[in-house]
Nanobody, 113 residues
Framework: QVQLVESGGGLVQPGGSLRLSCAAS????????MGWYRQAPGKQRESVAT???????VYRDSVKGRFTNSRDNAANTMYLQMNSLKPDDTAVYYC???????WGQGTQVTVSS
């Protein structure tokens, strides 16, 4: 059974940072395309970052230079380091594998003063 469990969300002020984690079980992330998606209230779900197995992450334009996607293969965990956060980054963030075959339960990120 595949499970993706996100953690690290929360409330942060504009300009602040958060690091999201995605702990995977049931798959070996070394061999999977993995992604981060987000969905803000009243908006469609959108891709934030996607990385193929062994490849370089691809980011949506609005987060380039601020977000960094990485993996710890030994821990079977993926990360999303988010810096210089803006109110527009407020959303539920989802970890995915496939990149859309499996989804985590999501973690809320709120950027507000």
């Amino acid at each position: 059974q595949v499970q993706l469990v996100e953690s690290g969300g929360g409330l942060v002020q504009p300009g602040g940072s958060l690091r999201l984690s995605c702990a995977a079980s049931g798959i070996d992330i070394r061999f999977w395309t993995m992604g981060w998606y987000r969905q803000a209230p009243g908006k469609q779900r959108e891709s934030v970052a996607t990385s193929t197995a062994g490849g370089t992450p691809v980011y949506r334009d609005s987060v380039k230079g601020r977000f960094t996607n990485s993996r710890d293969n030994a821990a079977n965990t993926m990360y999303l380091q988010m810096n210089s956060l803006k109110p527009d980054d407020t959303a539920v963030y989802y970890c995915t594998a496939g990149p859309k075959t499996y989804w985590g339960q999501g973690t809320q990120v709120t950027v507000s003063s």
